[in-house]
């Protein structure tokens, strides 16, 4: 982090961006209010709020992605327009997003070039994005072969090409959203010293992050965003993780886990060799032994892509399989007609899958609908050969009371809810279903703070109940709290097994990366 001396010489000169009185509505919603803020040049300047605060609107409008309703964008001291994105990278700033914008099946340096072409002659416009990329890669130590195709090249690597991509634009202003959701712990440690160097040869970098502790060891200054307005921009050396829940929330927020430790009992599910080949004929997982028991939480740990989606599929019965899975004693149908996820209901298996929004709910039905989903077949939701839909209704509103869904109308299509309240809308939908394993992938992502804390403390809940609980998430921190005892998945395999209380992110950071066992 940079000292305060250092700020203090920041400060007499022009802020690096500057905007003034920004507001953005959407119909009848008013995502920016009157926002103003400055970020100062050769800092790293974090950005935080909860789902729905508008950061996300505030950083599209900078890059030109919407146009403000009202206010001014200041760049380096002067007024500057920014109707598209041409025009924001014309000024200098560059965005490397949550979801990378790379073509799979070009090379590195043809991704850098694309869009940035010399003419119409490809042959030297190649020639120069190489020589101008080895500088680069030299100046911030973004080394990355300029001729591997992006297809074959990890995450953390594909990420140093997006922040190639904008440098060798020109810019001088990075924002990065949410830039290590993908990243193992050692691929974010080597991105935050790629960030130091660039700010230390004088970038500026926005960093949007709902991770607090990468906001108190990355940032300089951070500000606060709620409903749509700026609450706060406070030094980050003078502030902490709780007062900046608090600014976030509104009200104080338990940061940490509340449990107390496992009791676990008999073995509720038991896989052996379990193995998946896709579409392709690409093995996914490549015999795979895990075992869950009553009363514990068995966190999966690993990088996205290297087979935990292909595990929750196979438990929930959405994808066929081979090897044995037993619940409870009872072998389940990994290939026939009963391996589908209305068998794996009915056998006890809850399931929050990993996509809310694909996966966990029809988007365009209403709250009541998705809450019946899947069970609409169970007692008291039926009334003859026809739904009871006023019965469907009626629990649905119950659900939403005990799980503080907000707002709490079973008739709002779930496309209205943010992402927390649709998450706990899937939640509450499996939870109160009382079953014997809950499979969940992802808890958390995605959602607020606030929303965090109650996610997590229905999980212990259940587990607390004496159910079996497998949980899928790449936050090692969310893993380590949650779970009594982790797996780590690397490549289709399970490369080792650690007590959560005798392993740390580091040792689990190795295991993700195909190293150790």
């Known amino acids: 982090m940079n000292s305060d001396s250092t700020l203090g010489r920041q400060t007499t000169a022009a802020p690096a961006i500057e905007l003034k009185g920004i507001s953005k509505a959407f119909g009848p919603v008013q995502a920016n209010k009157d926002i103003s803020i400055r970020v100062m040049p050769g800092t790293i300047h974090g950005i935080i ?9 505030l950083m599209s409008i900078l890059y030109g992605f919407y146009k403000a309703d009202k206010g001014e964008i200041f760049i380096a001291g002067k007024k500057t327009d920014i109707p598209d994105s041409q025009a924001a990278i014309a000024a200098g700033i560059g965005m490397v997003f949550q979801h990378f914008k790379l073509v799979e099946n070009f090379t590195v340096l043809e991704n850098i070039i694309l869009g940035a072409e010399d003419g119409r002659l490809l042959r030297p416009s190649l020639a120069k994005a190489r020589r101008t990329l080895v500088e680069l890669a030299e100046e911030y130590g973004l080394n990355v072969d300029p001729d591997a195709l992006i297809e074959e090249i990890g995450v953390g690597m594909q990420q140093r090409v997006e922040i190639l991509k904008a440098l060798y634009r020109r810019a001088d202003i990075l ?12 691929e974010a440690d080597q991105l935050f010293r790629i960030l130091n160097r660039l700010r230390e040869e004088g970038k500026t970098i926005i960093l949007i992050t709902h991770k607090l502790r990468e906001i108190m060891e990355a940032t300089d200054t951070v500000s606060v965003m709620r409903r ?16 900046l829940a608090e600014l976030m929330v ?87 007609r009963d391996s589908d996820g209305r068998s794996r209901r009915n056998h006890g298996i809850g399931h929050v899958p990993e996509d809310r929004q694909r996966e966990g709910l029809i988007m365009d039905f209403a709250a009541w609908e998705n809450t019946a989903f899947g069970y609409h077949r169970s007692e008291g939701y039926q009334s ?56 969940v992938g992802q808890p958390t992502r995605g959602v607020d703070i606030g929303a965090i804390e109650f996610i997590h403390q229905q999980i212990v809940a259940l587990r607390d109940q004496g159910k079996a609980i497998l949980l899928v998430s790449v936050e090692l921190e969310e893993i380590l709290a949650l779970a009594d005892r982790v797996a780590v998945m690397f490549d289709g395999h399970i490369m080792g097994e650690r007590m959560s209380a005798d392993t740390d992110e580091k040792e689990l950071g190795l295991l993700m990366a195909g190293v150790g066992s």
């Open 49 to 57: 709020g909860e789902n729905g605060a508008g950061k996300s609107t």
């Open 384 to 439: 003859g050969l026809f739904l009871n839909n006023t019965a469907i209704r009626a629990d649905t509103e119950e659900k939403m009371g005990r799980f503080d869904v907000r707002p709490p109308n079973p008739a709002l299509a779930a496309k209205s809810f943010s992402g927390g309240n649709q998450q706990k809308i899937v939640l509450a939908r499996e939870i109160e279903r009382n079953p014997d394993l809950l499979l």
């Open 175 to 186: 924002i990065l959203d949410e830039p290590t959701g993908v990243l193992t712990p050692a």
């Open 250 to 336: 509104g009200r104080k927020v338990l940061l940490r886990v509340d449990k107390k430790p496992a009791t676990p009992g008999k073995v509720i599910l038991d896989v052996k060799n379990l193995r998946v080949v896709d579409e392709q004929k690409v093995e996914r997982l490549k015999g795979v032994n895990i075992q869950v028991r009553a009363g514990e939480i068995l966190g999966i740990a690993g990088v996205a892509g290297n087979g935990q989606s292909e595990l929750l599929e196979v438990l929930g019965g959405y994808a066929k399989g081979t090897g044995d899975i037993t619940l409870n004693g009872t072998t389940l149908d990994l290939t026939g």
């Open 228 to 243: 749509g307005e700026m609450t706060a921009t406070v030094k980050t050396s003078g502030t902490s993780p709780a007062a």
